[in-house]
């Protein structure tokens, strides 16, 4: 079992930054895949990014391509999800979630909501224009 917990949403301009973070509480953090995903008002939740248990794969959503960057930190048991030029339609509650990984490869992982075990509360990210 983890436990997650997000961090960092606001209210940012157009252009703006933010950066995310998803700290997991119990077991030991680098066996877990993670991902961010996001749900806009009356939008269905989409995948974001997801970074390996390696860190060595990182994709992303094209949408956020160019402009989010995600990262973790094992030793401090976070992810982050650092958002530059962000704009109104990223607008949104994020995610983030987990799916131990501790049997298969280090680069593995996952972009399907349902691959994932655990789920975070969210924080919501208001870009205004």
């Known amino acids: 079992q983890v436990q997650l917990v997000e961090s960092g949403g606001g209210l940012v301009q157009a252009g703006g930054s933010l950066r995310l973070s998803c700290t997991a509480s119990g077991r030991t953090f680098s066996v877990y895949v993670v991902g961010w995903f996001r749900q806009a008002p009356g939008k269905e939740r989409e995948f974001v990014s997801a970074?390996?248990?390696?860190?060595?794969?990182?994709p992303y959503a094209d949408s956020v391509k160019g402009r989010f960057t995600i990262s973790r930190d094992n030793a401090k048991n976070t992810v982050y999800l650092q958002m530059n030029n962000l704009k109104p339609e990223d607008t949104a509650v994020y995610y983030c979630a987990a799916k131990g990984a501790e049997y298969l490869s280090r680069s593995i992982y996952y972009t399907e909501q349902y691959e994932y075990d655990f789920w975070g509360q969210g924080t919501q990210v208001t870009v205004s224009s």
């Open positions: 970074i390996s248990r390696s860190g060595s794969n990182t």
